[in-house]
C-alpha cells in the first residue's frame, strides 16, 4: 500500500469505528490517530527501502550486514501495535459506559492519579495524604 493509502485506510477504519457504535472521536483519540497513521506512513517508507535495497546489504569491505530499515521496521511494528491497542481501548470504552448510561467520556487508560481524581474512594485519598506527608519529612542528600 501506498503511504496515503495507508493512512486513509486506518482514518477511515477508526472514524467508521466509532461511527458504528455511535460515537465521535475526541480530540485525545484524533491525536492518537494521527501517530497511528504517521507511524503507518514510516513503515510504508521502511518497506518500500526493504523491497528496493533488500534485507541484507553488502558493504564496502565485502561483508553482509542486515539493512537498518528491518530493525527500524520491526520497532515501528511494535509502536503501531500499541497505539492501535490504545486507540481500541478508548473507542471501546466510550462504547461500554455509553451502552451503560454513562456520558461516554474516557478517563485514560492507565487510571487517574492525584488526590482529586474524580471517583477516588477514601482509602486511595487516605492512601494518598499518607504518601504526600511522609515525602515532606525525608531527608535526601
Do not use: C, W
Not at 497511528?36 to 541484507?56: F, K, M, R, W, Y
Not at 448510561?101 to 487508560?109: A, D, E
Amino acid at each position: 500500500m501506498t503511504e496515503t493509502t495507508m493512512s486513509g485506510t486506518l482514518k477511515s477504519f477508526y472514524s467508521g469505528k466509532a461511527t458504528e457504535l455511535g460515537l465521535a472521536l475526541e480530540d485525545d483519540d484524533l491525536a492518537i490517530l494521527e501517530q497511528i497513521t504517521g507511524t503507518a506512513d514510516v513503515i510504508a517508507e521502511l518497506q518500500l527501502d526493504i523491497e528496493t535495497n533488500g534485507a541484507v546489504q553488502k558493504t564496502q569491505a565485502g561483508s553482509t550486514k542486515v539493512n537498518p530499515a528491518a530493525a527500524e521496521l520491526r520497532q515501528q511494528r511494535l509502536a503501531l501495535t500499541r497505539l492501535q491497542a490504545t486507540l481500541d481501548h478508548r473507542i471501546d470504552k466510550a462504547a461500554g459506559q455509553l451502552r451503560a448510561g454513562g456520558s461516554g467520556g474516557l478517563r485514560p487508560v492507565r487510571g487517574t492519579y492525584g488526590t482529586n481524581a474524580p471517583g477516588e474512594t477514601s482509602e486511595n485519598k487516605t492512601r494518598n495524604e499518607t504518601r504526600q506527608r511522609g515525602s515532606r519529612g525525608r531527608r535526601h542528600g
